[in-house]
Nanobody, 123 residues
């Protein structure tokens, strides 16, 4: 079965860094776009970043551009989200997911996702 296990969140002060990871299994890793999305209480789900399976193209939501970097290790079926200069508004549960488009697109519907990891940024 498809599994997408996010881990590596935590509690940091504003300006700090975290690097959550996503362990993927049960599907052909290189054939799909994998993205990170987040959801905070009272807010809509938001696509944060994505990386394409074919050409490794990436995209980011405007609020994280210049601060977050998505990457993947194809040999390990792992996707990472390096988050720097974290802000309190980044606080959310972060999930990794398979996205529906063949090319990275933050507005794509999600095909599958797993357990998220909590990221909390204090002021």
């Amino acid at each position: 079965e498809v599994q997408l296990q996010a881990s590596g969140g935590g509690l940091v002060q504003a300006g700090g860094s975290l690097r959550p990871s996503c362990a993927a299994s049960g599907f052909t890793f290189d054939d799909y776009v994998i993205g990170w999305f987040r959801q905070a209480p009272g807010k809509e789900r938001e696509g944060v970043s994505c990386i394409s399976g074919s050409d490794d193209s990436t995209d980011y939501t405007n609020s994280v551009k210049g601060r977050f970097t998505i990457s993947k290790d194809k040999a390990k079926n792992m996707v990472y989200l390096q988050m720097k200069d974290l802000k309190p508004e980044d606080t959310a549960v972060y999930y990794c997911a398979i996205q529906g488009d063949r090319k990275c697109n933050l507005q794509s519907a999600l095909s599958a996702w797993g357990q998220g990891t909590q990221v909390t940024v204090s002021s």
